[in-house]
């Protein structure tokens, strides 16, 4: 098993130690772990502070300790750094700037809120809604942050939680996994979804998946070590997928060298 998606204490709403989660997983049989906490975002706000995701003074600290844990553990599993992206058009190049200036591998994007530039007064994207524009805006932002080509895939891609008619579902989702499909990028089964019966995974998208023929990709988003105990819901994600003929790849190609 490979996982690419792993949080800390860091976003605040993650428990457990760094080093608890790589024990967890090697323990558990994984092979490759890429952390990946939700990134600070430099929001034009004043006095804002995200209780959503690590502060940029936070930065630091993250990527050192998990360095050193790469380092520490080289001989038993492969470890990555990297962060779960939002796409803000007006602070994207920003933010990864400061990103880059301690070093990372990858990013992930994870389209949480949409239909405003700033976090503060934006639209979240796991809010039941029946409103078309929302679900165009999900849509159009998470194409356009798909299409930097700064990230290796998108995270839980059907968290967007459209209540209306199930033909514009399907039609406005079959449309966004089609330009996934031309963009080349896997699309992500998400363990904590799936886990909690949240709205996602939705079976409407991953049939639609399957008909599209994206490439999947199964992501714990962990956010405990304990994450990482239960098989049997990763075996359970596997034939899930399976009986829609979705067959996930295994392994997310990282850069060699850190951005």
């Known amino acids: 098993m490979r996982n690419y998606h792993t949080h800390t204490t860091r976003c605040r709403h993650a428990f457990g130690k760094d080093r608890d989660y790589v024990i967890k997983a090697i323990k558990a049989g994984i092979t490759e772990l890429g952390f990946s906490d939700h990134a600070p975002m430099l929001f034009p706000v004043e006095n804002y502070y995200s209780?959503?995701?690590?502060?940029?003074?936070?930065?630091?600290?993250?990527?050192?300790?998990?360095?050193?844990?790469?380092?520490?553990?080289?001989?038993?599993?492969?470890?990555?750094?990297?962060?779960?992206?939002?796409?803000?058009?007006?602070?994207?190049?920003?933010?990864?700037?400061?990103?880059e200036e301690y070093g990372f591998e990858y990013l992930v994007l994870g389209q949480h809120f949409t239909d405003n530039e700033y976090e503060p007064y934006a639209h979240y994207s796991g809010l039941p809604t029946n409103n078309t524009e929302l679900f165009d805006k999900y849509i159009e932002q998470s194409l356009e942050g798909l299409a930097t080509g700064r990230f290796i895939y998108i995270a839980h891609p059907d968290l967007f939680n459209f209540t209306g008619p199930d033909r514009i579902y399907i039609e406005k989702m079959t449309c966004f996994c089609?330009?996934?499909?031309?963009?080349?990028?896997?699309?992500?089964?998400?363990?904590?979804?799936?886990?909690?019966?949240?709205?996602?995974?939705?079976?409407?998208?991953?049939?639609?998946?399957?008909?599209?023929?994206?490439?999947?990709?199964?992501?714990?988003?962990?956010?405990?070590?304990?994450?990482?105990?239960n098989k049997r819901i990763y075996n359970s994600a596997k034939k899930y997928l399976n009986k829609l003929g979705i067959i996930p790849i295994e392994k997310i190609k990282i850069p060699n060298k850190e951005s």
């Open 178 to 229: 089609q330009e996934i499909k031309k963009l080349d990028y896997p699309v992500e089964f998400n363990l904590l979804g799936f886990a909690q019966k949240r709205n996602y995974p939705d079976r409407r998208f991953w049939k639609i998946v399957s008909e599209v023929g994206n490439d999947v990709i199964i992501g714990f988003d962990a956010h405990s070590p304990e994450a990482f105990q």
């Open 51 to 99: 209780t959503y995701r690590m502060f940029p003074e936070d930065v630091p600290d993250y990527v050192n300790s998990i360095n050193l844990l790469r380092e520490e553990y080289k001989d038993k599993i492969q470890i990555h750094l990297g962060y779960e992206f939002e796409y803000f058009p007006k602070i994207f190049d920003k933010t990864i700037h400061y990103l």
